[in-house]
């Protein structure tokens, strides 16, 4: 059934101006209210109230007047969000949190970290190494994006494929809840079994649960070591297999990414980094620990890609060579935008068995739609990015690109795969959702959120799709 939300009027802002008297940091005119209006995603919607807190009694206090009075609120970070999760899709109250960085305080001892939900994440690799300790999930957009949207969209990166996603790294939580009260869970031990882990439900809840105010994450020892290869392949479907066989080897990588010949032409117009262009995939291999571990590892990997079918393997020498690799795959993204304006960027993601099967049926798909698809990702553990270049002023088009989009979905699903590896469901996927958990786990999901936010103000439309919701990227 449809909530009846309370517009925001001038009595509303007045109450909210009372919590926050900092005038700035309360904003209604439209030039800002613009600036929320959407993320990393697809689709505009403009909220009706932006406000910036910066303590947990501030959110508390506004989340309280929001259930009283029946307001949507959606939490917001840095809005890297690339599945729709902060767009405030039913209007009301944008909490932007991202001002809130005051608090990053390393425990050495302890091997944990203390931080407020708008430090960047980036901030916190930079604090955990200059006490020889490291903070493994690492998404792409650390640099910029805030650890309270991380945790929201339980976030993963390319270290995912050795050191797991961010929720496997929260001890404990800080959060307000749908009627403005806060509660902690876990805490700063490693161990911690007492009730319900609700720390866990927390974590990749994408903000319909309660907005998260501080988290408690664990540290490791920074490996001493680190050694990179580059494995060029004329073939994209045998590059998959390489990647199968290097996984069962023994061999653990801290990294294993891929670039499509796509994705190595975007990079090469872009910004040439010396990829080999005529290759129809590239892998990059990163493996680390102790010295001689390391240095036999990086070399057995190669091996085995050669033997498997790589045309050439290349190990770089110098940390410059080393680094220089890695930009290269973390420049696909923005190069791929020169291609075509609008880019749809997903991450289907399959069991590593089935990666050349994957590989091959979205080679298909984009024949068959005849769409700019491009693919690269986490390919170590399944992770894949088809992503789709277009220009969504042609309708035609973005037709073409929501049916192709379906059927990247279904066939993940079908490998026996998942809708997200580390992107979240947002309000783009949630059509889909019934696809993978079928109708009775969605319900059990459905019944959480309810139990936990009657009045469904915290973050409506995510996760949970509408009556006859579908894909719709011509509209929004």
């Known amino acids: 059934m449809a909530v009846a939300y309370r517009k925001i009027d001038s009595d509303i802002v007045r109450r909210v101006r009372a919590i926050i008297p900092e005038p700035k940091r309360v904003m209604t005119e439209k030039a800002d209210l613009a600036g929320y209006s959407f993320d990393g995603s697809f689709g505009t919607y403009m909220p009706e109230l932006v406000v910036q807190p910066k303590s947990t009694a501030e959110v508390a206090s506004i989340v309280k007047l929001a259930y009283e009075e029946v307001i949507p609120v959606y939490p917001r970070g840095q809005s890297t969000s690339l599945s729709g999760g902060p767009l405030p899709v039913e209007g009301g109250i944008v909490l932007d949190l991202s001002r809130w960085d005051q608090k990053l305080e390393v425990y050495p001892e302890d091997l944990i970290v203390v931080v407020s939900p708008g430090v960047l994440t980036g901030n916190i690799h930079a604090a955990a190494e200059k006490v020889g300790l490291?903070?493994?999930?690492?998404?792409?957009?650390?640099?910029?994006?805030?650890?309270?949207?991380?945790?929201?969209?339980?976030?993963?990166?390319?270290?995912?494929?050795?050191?797991?996603?961010?929720?496997?790294?929260?001890?404990?939580?800080?959060?307000?809840?749908?009627?403005?009260?806060?509660?902690?869970?876990?805490?700063?031990?490693?161990?911690?079994?007492?009730?319900?882990?609700?720390?866990?439900?927390?974590?990749?809840?994408?903000?319909?649960?309660?907005?998260?105010?501080?988290?408690?994450?664990?540290?490791?020892?920074?490996?001493?070591?680190?050694?990179?290869?580059?494995?060029?392949?004329?073939?994209?479907?045998?590059?998959?297999?390489?990647?199968?066989?290097?996984?069962?080897?023994?061999?653990?990588?801290?990294?294993?990414?891929?670039?499509?010949?796509?994705?190595?032409?975007?990079?090469?117009?872009?910004?040439?980094?010396?990829?080999?262009?005529?290759?129809?995939?590239?892998?990059?291999?990163?493996?680390?620990?102790?010295?001689?571990?390391?240095?036999?590892?990086?070399?057995?990997?190669?091996?085995?890609?050669?033997?498997?079918?790589?045309?050439?393997?290349?190990?770089?020498?110098?940390?410059?060579?080393?680094?220089?690799?890695?930009?290269?795959?973390k420049l696909v993204s923005p190069a791929i935008t020169r291609v075509k304006p609008t880019k749809i960027s997903e991450d289907a993601t399959v069991p590593r068995s089935q990666i050349p099967a994957m590989f091959a049926r979205l080679k298909t798909i984009r024949e068959k739609y005849n769409v700019n698809l491009v693919v690269f990702g986490h390919a170590g553990d399944g992770n894949l990015h088809p992503n789709i270049v277009a220009d969504k002023r042609d309708k035609e088009e973005m037709k073409r690109v929501e049916q192709a989009v379906t059927e990247i979905f279904e066939t993940a699903i079908e490998l026996g795969g998942t809708l997200s590896g580390e992107h979240g469901i947002g309000n783009m996927k949630a059509p889909f959702m019934e696809m993978e958990l079928g109708k009775a786990g969605l319900q059990m999901m459905k019944l959480i959120k309810d139990s936990w936010d009657p009045k469904n103000i915290m973050n409506p439309g995510k996760i949970f799709p509408a009556p006859g919701q579908r894909l719709n990227l011509t509209e929004g």
């Open 134 to 329: 490291m903070y493994p999930p690492d998404p792409s957009s650390s640099a910029v994006s805030t650890i309270g949207g991380n945790l929201a969209e339980n976030s993963g990166g390319p270290r995912g494929l050795k050191y797991g996603v961010t929720k496997d790294y929260v001890l404990g939580l800080e959060f307000v809840t749908p009627q403005g009260e806060i509660i902690r869970t876990g805490g700063r031990t490693v161990k911690n079994v007492t009730g319900y882990d609700l720390t866990k439900l927390i974590v990749g809840s994408e903000g319909t649960l309660g907005v998260i105010t501080e988290a408690t994450l664990q540290l490791i020892p920074k490996p001493p070591k680190t050694a990179t290869l580059l494995a060029i392949f004329d073939d994209i479907v045998t590059s998959g297999e390489a990647i199968s066989k290097v996984l069962t080897s023994g061999i653990l990588p801290s990294k294993m990414e891929i670039m499509d010949q796509a994705s190595i032409h975007a990079v090469e117009n872009y910004e040439p980094s010396g990829l080999p262009v005529d290759a129809e995939a590239i892998i990059l291999i990163e493996v680390d620990g102790h010295a001689r571990t390391v240095e036999e590892e990086i070399k057995e990997a190669g091996r085995i890609c050669e033997a498997i079918g790589a045309r050439e393997v290349k190990i770089a020498s110098t940390a410059v060579e080393e680094a220089n690799l890695w930009k290269a795959r």
